[in-house]
């Protein structure tokens, strides 16, 4: 387990992109016992670690790992200043945001807490790489879908897709720019094309939801409320280039 936990902060880290010849600090997210913050330490960066239980901290005091530890529920929000991480990585933790645990738990809202805020954390131009395990289709397209309301481009890298064992779902967003989608491990046709449907940059499943209905007030939704509007025979405003468009608030 650990040596898997290893491989897949290897994996993590190398497709965060990151500079070779200069520290980054990085924000861990569901960090445990501190696994993947010990490969983060021996490549030359500094980090903090998240995690819900106290008893998995416990546990990376123990082993003195070098980063920093926060007791905190992510599905309540990343508590840091904006554009404070230069990327972020998470292993096997960022699907457990889709569980109700609680009554007052509302996964939607849940994950989008967490990525709207993890979105205002890092600096522009990062990226923030979350390995997963999503139980099925529906699982994934709600995490993608509320990191997408958050702001957030990229899309999911599948590598090794045709295995049963080492197959592993790493879902890549990037701050401010869209950039090209890292190559996927065992990537021969079916894993490169793969890799590209999974990515989330175009403007039509950009603004849908798990349900595939658009998000209220995008400009998908407006569109629609006007079609249906026009079908009931009432007067409509003409579409244009600026329908559903948001409009800056006033000083």
């Known amino acids: 387990m650990i040596e898997i936990q290893t491989q897949m902060s290897e994996r993590a880290v190398e497709l965060l992109g990151l500079p070779d010849d200069w520290p980054c600090f990085l924000l861990d997210v569901g960090c445990g016992s501190g696994l993947s913050g010990d490969y983060i330490s021996e490549e030359g960066h500094h980090w903090v670690g998240m995690d819900i239980s106290s008893a998995m901290l416990d546990v990376a005091v123990e082993r003195e790992v070098e980063g920093d530890l926060l007791l905190a529920d992510v599905g309540q929000g990343i508590p840091f200043r904006p554009g404070m ?97 890292p190559k996927a491990l065992g990537a021969a046709g079916t894993a490169a094309e793969e890799s590209q449907q999974a990515k989330f940059t175009n403007e039509r499943t950009r603004f849908r939801n798990a349900k595939g209905k658009s998000v209220k007030k995008s400009r998908d939704w407006v569109l629609e409320k006007k079609e249906r509007r026009r079908r009931q025979g009432k007067d409509v405003r003409a579409d244009t280039r600026y329908t559903g468009r948001r409009r800056r608030p006033r000083f």
Request: hydrophobic share 40%; net charge positive.
């Open 85 to 181: 991480f230069d990327g972020c990585v998470s292993i096997s933790a960022v699907q457990w945001l889709c569980n109700a645990d609680k009554k007052t738990h509302s996964p939607p809202k849940r994950l989008y807490r967490f990525f709207s805020t993890l979105y205002s954390a890092l600096a522009r131009g990062s990226r923030a790489v979350l390995q997963l395990y999503p139980e099925n289709s529906d699982q994934l397209e709600l995490i993608t879908a509320q990191a997408m309301k958050a702001g957030f481009t990229g899309g999911v890298v599948v590598d090794y897709p045709n295995s049963a064992k080492a197959k592993k779902f790493f879902l890549c967003l990037f701050v401010g720019t869209a950039g090209a989608l």
